[in-house]
């Protein structure tokens, strides 16, 4: 189904925030995607300080992965961790933004 989307999402803010403000199982984010735990603490730091919301604390989540994963971090991806993870509806708002 998403097979042919291998753009990356480097540069894809608007993908970010549509995914982000969907996202609101805090918690669940980081493991689906791997990250290293150093770089959650930081963002969780950076969180309270700062006092993000939680889509804005899942946009920088997402942001980090793309840093983290390079020229991997593409659309396919993405939706290859969320499906495996049943977040079906971020997958269906991934797919239709215009990219």
Same mark, same amino acid.
């Given at each position: 189904?998403? !097979?042919?989307?291998?753009?990356?999402?480097? /540069? &894809?803010? &608007?993908? =970010?925030? @549509?995914? $982000?403000?969907?996202?609101? #199982?805090?918690? *669940? #984010?980081?493991?689906?995607? /791997?990250?290293? /735990? &150093?770089?959650?603490?930081?963002?969780? @730091? !950076? @969180? #309270?300080? @700062?006092? =993000?919301?939680? $889509?804005?604390?899942?946009? #920088?989540?997402? *942001?980090? =992965?793309?840093?983290?994963?390079?020229?991997?971090?593409?659309? *396919? $991806?993405?939706?290859?961790?969320?499906? $495996? &993870?049943?977040?079906? !509806? +971020?997958?269906?708002? +991934?797919? /239709?933004?215009?990219?």
């Amino acid at each position: 189904m998403w !097979e042919h989307r291998r753009e990356q999402l480097r /540069s &894809n803010n &608007n993908i =970010w925030r @549509k995914c $982000a403000q969907q996202w609101t #199982e805090l918690g *669940k #984010e980081y493991k689906v995607l /791997s990250m290293p /735990s &150093n770089t959650i603490e930081q963002l969780k @730091k !950076e @969180k #309270e300080d @700062k006092q =993000w919301t939680n $889509a804005e604390f899942c946009y #920088e989540i997402l *942001k980090s =992965w793309t840093q983290i994963k390079g020229e991997q971090a593409t659309v *396919k $991806a993405l939706c290859d961790v969320l499906f $495996a &993870n049943g977040y079906y !509806e +971020i997958i269906g708002t +991934i797919l /239709s933004a215009d990219i």
